[in-house]
């Protein structure tokens, strides 16, 4: 029988990875120009982990996390998200005792969820988290940084929204509100907004049942409620946004699928990847280090999916990355292939990053330069019997009209670091 990757688990095949670096290149790069540092979790967690971060009654929590015991009867999850792995980390490795913390992660995330185009059940994430920092100020640059990348990456059709959760006692009264809106309606309800009713009223908001939206419309909105505090903030952000210039939408039914947040919540969404359109989203979470056992700490954060951000640079006509050789090492016979495994490491020390291939199995000069042309590499240095005892080696651009040239051996390195100099490289 034919072996199978698992349903809504990818290979990303080299062609495809090639164009994964480059675009999470730019997003590296654009994440630490604001000062943001790396750290990397472990894929595994104690359940309750998630379970308390994320909320009980939340989709994840109740249908899609990958949860099993281990030998000793404990119970891990798969990571379903960064956010909480990111708080535990913290609070396990003392990061926000009298500190604060501005952070990044990238890597796969799992959910069992019903595999399409954008959703998968192996998806990988970009995360950004700033701790300890309590103004309007931090949650505008995490915005900003966004805005940014667009740039850098060449994406048009994003647009940014923005909503205010408010305070624990603002959500505390617009609970009661929707509590009291949907009871009454309650016969229209579906089965998931019965079910969160009582327990989580929010989440009603985040529907995606097509027969919900006309009742959500009409609810509450929870800028209604919000105290003088929350509201500052949130106008305090917006301030903020216009310095920038960056354009934004007020989305009142904007809550957002996790139960930690509060205050601020955004989502980039896009018009171009059909119903798949949020890109990056994220929010204020004041109260989840102290949630998970550790010191009041406020917070910020968003996510992003890579699969979604690279078929966006994609639709927009990125140029794909490219995991082709700057020189192919053309060499026929025992003697040649041992002066071009030489030059190759010289030219490898000579100029780090460029990307040299040799020929390996063998094969005739005929074979072996169809190979260096299918390889897309942009030099060809060819070496044979005859090359070697002249102590000489041929140099052919293969993506010119430039003429084969024959080089001194001592001279190639120079040779051929001025060809890629020339070329950028």
């Known amino acids: 029988m034919k072996t199978k990757s698992i349903r809504g688990m990818n290979d990303i095949l080299p062609e495809a990875t090639a164009t994964w670096r480059h675009v999470e290149s730019i997003v590296c790069d654009v994440i630490e120009s604001y000062g943001y540092e790396q750290i990397r979790l472990p894929i595994l967690e104690h359940t309750e982990v998630f379970a ?121 009264r617009y609970r009661e509100e929707l509590v009291s809106y949907f009871s009454v309606v309650k016969s229209q309800l579906d089965e998931d907004s019965i079910r969160r009713l009582k327990k989580n009223p929010l989440r009603i908001l985040d529907s995606k049942n097509p027969d919900m939206q006309t009742l959500i419309e009409a609810a509450p909105i929870m800028t209604d409620c919000l105290d003088d505090a929350s509201s500052a903030h949130f106008e305090g952000l917006k301030s903020h946004l216009d310095a920038a210039s960056v354009p934004y939408k007020v989305n009142p039914r904007l809550v957002r699928g996790l139960d930690y947040y509060n205050l601020t919540v955004f989502e980039w969404i896009t018009d171009a990847l059909g119903s798949q359109g949020a890109v990056c989203a994220g929010g204020r979470y004041d109260g989840l280090v102290e949630k998970l056992g550790g010191r009041q700490t406020p917070a910020i954060g968003w996510a992003m999916g890579v699969e979604r951000l690279v078929a966006l640079y994609e639709g927009s006509g990125g140029a794909p990355g490219t995991s082709a050789p700057d020189v192919y090492v053309v060499a026929v016979g025992d003697k040649a292939f041992s002066a071009g495994l030489s030059a190759a490491e010289k030219l490898r020390d000579r100029m780090p990053g460029i990307v040299v291939a040799l020929n390996l199995g063998g094969g005739s000069f005929k074979s072996q330069l169809k190979r260096a042309d299918k390889s897309g590499a942009a030099l060809a240095v060819i070496l044979g019997e005859d090359e070697v005892e002249r102590n000489e080696a041929g140099v052919k651009p293969l993506r010119s009209a430039e003429d084969q040239v024959s080089v001194a051996l001592d001279e190639l390195t120079d040779v051929l670091a001025g060809h890629l100099a020339r070329q950028g490289k």
């Not at 009980?56 to 949860?67: L, P, S």
């Not at 099993?68 to 798969?78: E, G, I, Q």
């Not at 890597?107 to 959703?119: A, D, S, T, V």
């Open 52 to 172: 308390r971060a994320i909320g009980e009654v939340t989709d994840i929590v109740e249908k899609e996390m990958y949860t099993f015991r281990d030998r000793n009867d404990k119970s891990l999850t798969m990571r379903p998200e960064a956010t909480a792995g990111m708080v535990r980390a913290g609070i396990t490795n003392g990061l926000f005792h009298n500190q604060r913390q501005k952070l990044w992660t990238l890597g796969p995330m799992f959910r069992y969820e019903k595999p399409q185009k954008g959703r998968y059940r192996q998806f990988h994430q970009f995360d950004v988290e700033a701790m300890g920092y309590p103004g309007p100020d931090v949650d505008a640059e995490l915005m900003i940084m966004c805005a940014r990348m667009w740039e850098r990456l060449g994406l048009k059709r994003l647009r940014l929204e923005i909503n205010t959760l408010g305070s624990p006692e603002t959500r505390s």
